[in-house]
C-alpha cells in the first residue's frame, strides 16, 4: 500500500500562513500558494520538507520518516532543508528567491517566500522549442550571473543552476530559485558524499569524485543553460562529452540565428576542461556586454520573424 504523502489541505494554518492551493512540488519538497493570517492580502510561497521516498504524513500535517526505525536520513535531509532556507535568508538581491521566513513544525521544515508573478524559464523553452531570442538572452542572463556572483563572493556555490530553477518576472526579470545544493566553495569533492547533478548543465568536475569545483563549475551550467535556450534541449552530459564530444559548437551550430559573440560567450562557458572557461562570473559578464557590429545584428533580426520577438516578451505587450 502507498503510503500517505499528500499535500497540505486548502485552510490548514502553518505557523502564521493559511495555505490556499498547491503550486508544484517535486521528488524532495511540496511548494504552496499561502497568505498571512494577519492579512489575506499578503500572500506568499512556501516550501515544505517532503521527501516522497523516506517521508509520510500522518494526522492531516504531521511528516514523520517513513522509517521509524531509521530516521537518519529523514532527519538529514530536513536539517540540510533549513541550512538551505537560512542560507537564502541573508542573500539579498534582486535577481535571488526572497526567503523571507523559515521555521520548523509538523516534524518537519518550511521557508517562506516572496510571491512574484512570472514563468519557469524551463516551461518557456518547451514553449516555443528553444529559439529563444538573443534579445531575450541578452537580458535575462547578464542578471543572472550578477546574482550568482553574490554567491561566488560569499564563498558559495549553487551546483544546481538550469531552466527549471530559473524564474522569469514581468520585464524579463531573472530570479534563481532551488539552493538545494549550494554550499561553502571547496576545492575537491574527495570528502564529500553529496552527489549534486543535472546532467547536461553538470560539468565533469562535478561528476568526478576528486574533480576541482568553483566559480566555473556554475559557469559552465548557466552556458548550458543558454544554449538549452537556443536549441530547446539540454546538451548531452558531461560524462557523454568526456572522449568523443558529440555536441557540435555553437558557433557552428547556430551561426544563422545568433551573433558570434553570443555564441563564443556559450562555446567558452561549456569548454570541458574547466581551466579553459571563465573563471570568475565578471569575466562571462564583460564577454555578453560586448555587442555584435551593426552588420551582424541586422542580419540576425531580418532573420527572426517579428512576432517572434514580440511573442518571445509577452509581458512587454
Known sequence: MAHNIAPLAQGTQVDEYII???????GFSIVYNAHSVADKKHTVLIKEYMPKKLAVRVNDTDVTSLDPSAPESYNKGRKLFFQEASTLATLKHPNIVDVTNFFQTNGTAYMV???EKGVNLQD????????LSERLLRKVFPQLLSGVKLLHDKGLLHLDIKPSNIHLRQGGRPLLLDFGAVRETMKTRLYDARVVA???FAPIEQVTE???MGPWTDIYAIGATMRSCIEGVPPP??????????????VNAFKRKYSQILLEAVDWSMEPDQRLRPQSCDELLEMLEKMPDENESKSILSKLKLDQLSNLLPWNK
Open 20 to 26: 490556499d492551493n498547491v503550486m508544484g512540488g517535486g
Open 113 to 115: 517566500m516572496k510571491d
Open 124 to 131: 518557456y523553452i518547451r514553449k516555443y522549442k528553444g529559439n
Open 198 to 200: 543535472t546532467a547536461g
Open 210 to 212: 576528486r574533480g576541482y
Open 237 to 250: 552530459s558531461a560524462n557523454k562529452r568526456k572522449d568523443d564530444d558529440p555536441m557540435k559548437p555553437a
